[in-house]
């Protein structure tokens, strides 16, 4: 594929989600650059279509090994965003693509951990492979360095596929990487998470018979992420989080105000044994989150990233 066509290809694509979704995007063909036929504009800001051959090979900027936030250059001018174009191949039943800034290249760049020894930190050109998901619309990015089994850090890798929606909800925030996290404000990983524990009530040691469900709502307009209907206990209400002390902090207080208003809602005593809460999350290992959890009858779970990750593809 040569990058005039990968541009094509995300131009049609992008054009057929505006349309059909009624976004509120201007995408302008026209290369702001002379030299570099690949580049186009999203609301103003220039965009590069990033193609493949031997996998992709988006351009970096040195300084984001230290604390730099400088947009990357190709062809001598810079750009803000990564347009990649995903052709169908082998399995990938259809074309894709997926579009995300430089503050959110920079992130994948930073956590990169050289598994060969070799850093990288002299070219600006790096190999990337996206691992594709179809039939749940969504991706995994990696390094050409990192092996194919990679699982470490999946939370910030997982992307959305065509996902000029999401990019429309997000612009609005100049310094919040886009790209990784849908337009809800729910990153993939937190949607991989609550798929994952939905379809497994034993992580929480409930029966199989359990009846869960996603985003269930209250009267009030909250919605947990997951709810269990079930034996032993009657209902069971889950906040599902990534990691971070903070992040789980809230989660717990979360479970506390669900746990309350599903007693409310089925009329049950407060504070009984009848439901029961739970925050879920690739890491708990907090002190001060576990005591936050056994002050208040929250139980916290913890499942491994990898195994979510395998579920996934």
Request: proline share 7%.
């Amino acid at each position: 594929m040569q990058v005039v066509e990968a541009k094509a290809m995300v131009l049609a694509l992008m054009a057929e989600d505006a349309r059909r979704g009624g976004l509120p995007v201007l995408i302008d063909p026209a290369s702001p650059d002379p030299r570099d036929p690949g580049k186009f504009s999203i609301d103003g800001k220039p965009a590069r279509a990033i193609h493949h051959f031997s996998g992709w090979h988006p351009p970096i900027h040195l300084d984001w090994f230290g604390d730099g936030y400088d947009p990357p250059c190709i062809n001598g001018r810079p750009f803000h965003w990564y347009a990649f174009a995903i052709p169908r191949l082998r399995r990938r039943e259809a074309d894709h693509y997926f579009v995300c800034d430089y503050l959110q290249m920079r992130q994948w760049v930073r956590e990169f951990a050289a598994p060969k020894g070799v850093d990288h930190r002299d070219h600006t050109d790096w190999r990337a492979d996206l691992r594709i998901h179809e039939g749940r619309r969504s991706g995994f990015f990696r390094w050409g360095d990192e092996p194919i089994d990679f699982t470490a850090r999946p939370e910030s890798r997982c992307f959305p596929l065509d996902n000029l929606a999401d990019l429309c909800a997000l612009r609005s925030s100049p310094t919040f990487p886009i790209g990784a996290r849908r337009g809800t404000g729910e990153s993939e990983a937190h949607r991989l998470l609550k798929e994952f524990v939905l379809a497994r009530p034993g992580l929480l040691e409930l029966s199989d018979r359990a009846e869960g469900v996603l985003e269930h709502p209250f009267r009030t307009g909250d919605r947990v992420d997951v709810f269990f209907r079930n034996h032993r206990p009657e209902r069971s209400v889950v906040e599902i989080e990534v990691e971070g002390r903070d992040a789980l902090m809230v989660g717990v207080h979360q479970a506390i105000k669900y746990r309350s208003l599903a007693e409310a809602a089925d009329r049950f005593p407060m504070h009984s044994s009848r439901v029961r809460a739970y925050v879920v999350a690739y890491d708990v290992g907090y002190d001060e989150v576990r005591e936050e959890a056994e002050r208040y009858d929250v139980r916290l779970v913890e499942v491994d990233r990898r195994k979510v990750l395998l579920d996934a593809s």
